[in-house]
């Protein structure tokens, strides 16, 4: 009798997948917020926060930048969507992540075009970047991983502690939890570090990242093909 497949919640390769994909999100956001001016093409929330900022005439925030960003997402997010709404499967989610390849690596081209300073290569690049993470979030949030933050870690920093030994929980996913603020953190340090070269190095490795997620999911469809293929009678 063969044992049964593991789920996306318990499949490690799923897990490691997703920590490669929050990596995209801190080399992404530290592209964008330090060379395309104060605007995050993944965080959404940082966005919306921007443009009130904006409205209320704090200077170094565009609330144009800020709408970019957010029409960007919204489009990579309803492309996504139209992916995998019809099946939450892994096959369908590399599909979306291959889409968010090419967004990105178009992102990655348009940066040769001519300098961001440009105010519309500005906005053709955080529209890429946008919708190349809108499309990732969508892809990616439908795959059933309970507290595998790959873009906003505010829920899963509340979840450390609030379940905590101290709180008088259990501790429950605090692995999980605090490999996503760790990730995180270490895409937003590489991207700082890359951006410091060009703003195309840290989208270079966001799309590397992206492979690798890909990658991670198919090795975990072609187990769990094996799981569900009848052995030898």
């Not at 904006?54 to 800020?66: D, E, L, T, V």
């Amino acid at each position: 009798m063969t044992a049964p497949a593991a789920t996306n919640d318990t499949d490690h390769l799923v897990l490691t997948s997703f920590a490669a994909l929050t990596l995209v999100t801190g080399l992404v956001d530290a592209a964008s917020y330090l060379r395309l001016g104060h605007v995050f093409t993944a965080n959404m929330t940082g966005n919306i926060v921007f443009i009130g900022f904006g409205i209320g005439g704090a200077k170094g925030f565009s609330i144009i930048a800020s709408l970019e960003a957010l029409v960007g997402f919204l489009l990579g997010a309803t492309l996504g969507g139209r992916i995998i709404t019809p099946g939450a499967t892994l096959r369908r989610a590399r599909r979306a992540l291959a889409c968010e390849i090419g967004l990105l690596g178009a992102a990655a081209l348009v940066t040769l075009a001519g300098s961001a300073s440009h105010a519309g290569i500005r906005a053709g690049i955080i529209g890429l970047l946008g919708a190349a993470m809108g499309l990732q979030n969508a892809a990616i949030r439908k795959l059933g991983v309970a507290d595998m933050a790959t873009t906003v870690l505010t829920l899963t920093i509340t979840g450390i502690a609030a379940d905590s030994s101290l709180a008088g929980g259990s501790n429950i996913h605090f692995t999980r939890r605090g490999a996503s603020v760790a990730v995180m953190l270490l895409g937003a340090l590489v991207g700082a570090a890359l951006s410091r070269a060009g703003l195309g190095w840290p989208i270079v490795a966001a799309i590397a990242a992206v492979g690798v997620a890909m990658a991670l999911m198919w090795r975990a469809d072609e187990e769990r093909s094996g799981v569900a293929s009848p052995g030898p009678r």
